[in-house]
């Protein structure tokens, strides 16, 4: 059974750092890219970032890069997704799930979300 755990969500202020995981377990780790979504209150899932099996990333929207950074530790099965310079506009649930072998839109799996808030 495949499963998707994020964690690391909480309450920050305007500017600071939060740095996500999402555990991942029932499939060949290596063989699958990884990506982060968002749900913001009232909005539509967007996507932030993905992980390739080569280690690159792509990012969805490039209004994110410079402040997150998405790493693997492929012996721990654990994606990360470090948020720098958060603004309260970055409050969402985050979201990881897998699109398959490569980085798209689509999602084969997706995991429960953790709530990150950000205070002005």
């Known amino acids: 059974e495949v499963q998707l755990q994020a964690s690391g969500g909480g309450l920050v202020q305007a500017g600071g750092s939060l740095r996500l995981s999402c555990a991942a377990s029932g499939f060949t780790f290596d063989d699958y890219a990884i990506a982060w979504f968002r749900q913001a209150p009232g909005k539509e899932r967007e996507g932030v970032v993905c992980?390739?099996?080569?280690?690159?990333?792509?990012y969805y929207t490039d209004s994110m890069k410079g402040r997150f950074t998405i790493s693997s530790d492929n012996a721990k099965s654990t994606v990360y997704l470090q948020m720098n310079s958060l603004k309260p506009e970055d409050t969402a649930v985050y979201y990881c799930?897998?699109?398959?072998?490569?980085?798209?839109?689509?999602?084969?799996?997706w995991g429960k979300g953790t709530l990150v808030t950000v205070s002005s």
């Open positions: 799930g897998v699109p398959g072998r490569e980085c798209g839109y689509g999602m084969d799996y």
């Open positions: 992980i390739r099996t080569s280690g690159s990333a792509i």
